[in-house]
């Protein structure tokens, strides 16, 4: 079995794409047609996940966000300066001997999304979750659980997922018992439209949702002036209103532990299969008294 065998396999257990695709996921380093002796799956390849898979001797590392620091992820530094990173990075790949496949429309593109389901299972939210799909753009996972307090889910969080700690917004002794796992707070468009035809900003359909009754939400990427301004000023209203904020891939990170249970079945044993935490990236300096 080789790397690519191994990612056939993975292709054929997402919901297939027109022949004509040509967005992210791809081969973005080394050799697809050599023999597939291990596979790492990892959130982002990162240098400390690379030298975790030549320990391990994996050949193939299947991530599911940017390789080289563009959101256009080419296979290579494309840009007209040199980036000294990047080539000890290269370097480091050729020497460990593995192959970078990245999975990323593919496995938002499943029916559960791999990567939300993932989040759900490890998270042991398993049989909590519910789905709003009247969100504007993306359908949220809404997350019921006995009532705790901020702080007390904040801690959690932190738990669960292996944080150095997080962002929030809201009281932390405030009673709360529902969370959205919402998509990125950029200044976009949703597909909702007001009754003179016009569109309706997504953040904006997210503060509906908070509107019907969802105490905390968990976005991916955020801005500051839309939904977090909107909990900010509820907070100082008295309201039970929060947000987690993790960071993007922090947020998505126990999906590709996930991975690694799918990936598992799919090569039936033929190679061992193992997941690597990407880590935390943040660290956080602790206010003087």
């Known amino acids: 079995m080789t790397n690519r065998d191994v990612v056939n396999k993975i292709l054929a257990y997402h919901p297939p794409f027109p022949a004509d695709y040509h967005g992210c996921d791809d081969w973005k380093a080394g050799d697809p047609d050599a023999p597939c002796t291990g596979v ?15 320990e391990l001797g994996a050949s193939l590392i299947l991530v599911h966000e940017p390789t080289f620091y563009t959101s256009e992820d080419g296979p ?51 049989g909590r979750a519910r789905v ?28 669960r997922i292996g944080l150095n700690g997080l962002r929030y917004i809201g009281d932390p002794g405030a009673k709360v018992k529902s969370l959205a796992m919402v998509g990125h707070l950029y200044p976009m468009q949703s597909r909702k439209k007001r009754k003179d035809g016009s569109p309706v900003e997504y953040s904006v359909s997210i503060i509906d949702t908070m509107e019907k009754g969802v105490d905390v939400i968990m976005p991916g990427e955020v801005i500051d002036w839309t939904v977090l301004s909107y909990v900010r000023d509820a907070v100082e209203l008295g309201k039970n209103k929060a947000v987690i904020n993790v960071g993007h891939f922090n947020w998505e990170e126990l999906g590709m532990k996930y991975a690694a249970d799918w990936v598992s079945e799919l090569v039936e044993g033929q190679v061992p299969v193992t997941y690597v935490p990407s880590e935390d990236m943040y660290h956080f300096a602790e206010k003087e008294n």
């Not at 790492?40 to 030549?54: D, E, F, G, M, Q």
């Not at 290579?76 to 990245?102: M, T």
């Not at 496995?107 to 398993?126: C, L, Q």
């Open 76 to 126: 290579g530094w494309f840009e007209d300066f040199p980036n000294s990173v990047y080539e000890e990075k290269q370097a480091l790949i050729r020497e460990a001997g593995v192959a970078i496949w990245r999975d990323h429309d593919h496995m938002h593109a499943n029916r559960p999304d791999s990567i939300f389901t993932g989040v759900i299972k490890y998270m042991g939210w398993e």
């Open 132 to 159: 709003d799909t009247d969100t504007g753009l993306f359908a949220h996972f809404i997350i019921d659980f006995p009532e705790t307090t901020l702080g007390e889910l904040c801690r959690y969080v932190i738990d």
């Open 40 to 54: 790492v799956t990892a959130l982002s390849p990162t240098v400390n996940v690379i030298r975790k898979a030549k």
